[in-house]
Structure formats: structure tokens, C-alpha cells
């Protein structure tokens, strides 16, 4: 099985791809991992600044490759990131359809209002990050009405963390 984990910055996606890891012995690939191997290796002109609209489309023709290989080779594996478009589906067939679940992390705004400072002392829970100023409150209202509305939009599974944080994905 093959377990796509979506959502906006901040929301826990490699929080839940950590838990899938220990729940399930499930390896998992962080898409911000490889987009910086890429960038710092010289082997594409992006940068971190570059904007999703320019990084999406390149990181996922290559995921969408790791994707079918590890469905090819019959293994399991966790991908989380921000770079999986919502029409992630046009690019398999049923058999690999099959294979795959997808699911996008979205806060609630009233979660987002409520929650904000607790959203940016959790940031570092699974890993070390530089200070991201740029993540405001309206950043994450903005973004995070998008992905419902685009969840919505393509029919993608989505878990909407309105309450208490809690992230469980049951395979």
C-alpha cells in the first residue's frame, strides 16, 4: 500500500507519517527532503523561494515515478508533503489506483484562530526548523481553505482537525 499524506505547512504531515512508520513498520519519504537534495545538489534550478506553482509539477513527476515503482515492487510506503496535486489520480491506472490512499491535513479556521501559537510551538516536533516567519495566521487560514475547497473540488479524502489535535490514520 501506498499512502500519500497531503496538507498546508504546519499541519503534521510528518508527524502522521512517523506515527504510520511506528504503527506500521511503513518506510516513509519526506517530499521537502527530496526537493532540497535536488536543489542543494545542483541537479534543478529551483530554490527554496520558488513558488508551488513551479515546484509541485516538478517533484511530483518524480514522485509519481517512486510512487509506481514501489507498487511495481509490491512494497509500502508513507509519502507526506505539500507537493502532491489534488488531481493526483489522472496519473494512474486502476490497478495502481488500488494501491494508493491519499489523505490531506486541513485545520479548520476556527481551529487556526484558536490554535495559532500552539500550531507554531508544535513546528519543531519532528523536526529542527529554521524560523519560518512567513507562516502567518492568514497564511494558514489562506491555505488551508484552499486545500478543503480543492479536496473538496477532486474528491480527495481529507481530515479536518477542527478539535483536539489528533492525527490517526488507520490503514
Known amino acids: 500500500m501506498i499512502l500519500l499524506i497531503g496538507g498546508s ?5 510528518t508527524l502522521a507519517a512517523q506515527r504510520v512508520l511506528e504503527k506500521y513498520s511503513y518506510p516513509y519519504l519526506s517530499i ?14 529551483l530554490t527554496p523561494e520558488s513558488s508551488d506553482e513551479e515546484l509541485t509539477p516538478f517533484l ?10 514501489a507498487i511495481e ?9 505539500c507537493y502532491i496535486p489534488f488531481d493526483w489520480k489522472k496519473d494512474f491506472d486502476f490497478a495502481g489506483l488500488k494501491q494508493i490512499r491519499y489523505v490531506c491535513l486541513v485545520f479548520s ?7 495559532y501559537h ?10 529542527r526548523r529554521l524560523e519560518d516567519a512567513s507562516c502567518t495566521r492568514e497564511r494558514l487560514l489562506r491555505e488551508n ?3 478543503l475547497e480543492q479536496c ?11 478539535g483536539a489535535y489528533s492525527v490517526d490514520i488507520a490503514l
Do not use: F, P
Not at 73 to 81: D, F, I, P, S, T
Not at 109 to 115: F, K, N, P, T, V
Open 145 to 147: 481553505r484552499d486545500n
Open 73 to 81: 515492487n509490491r512494497q509500502n510506503l508513507v509519502v507526506e508533503g
Open 60 to 69: 511530483w513527476n518524480i514522485i509519481r515515478e517512486i510512487v509506481k515503482t
Open 118 to 127: 500552539d500550531i507554531m510551538n508544535h513546528a519543531n516536533v519532528m523536526e
Open 32 to 45: 521537502d527532503h527530496l526537493k532540497m537534495g535536488l536543489m542543494r545538489s545542483g541537479m534543478c534550478s
Open 109 to 115: 479556521e476556527d481551529y487556526i484562530r484558536r490554535h
Open 152 to 162: 473538496r473540488r477532486h474528491g480527495c479524502d481529507y481530515v479536518l482537525i477542527d
Open 9 to 13: 505547512s504546519h499541519t503534521g504531515k
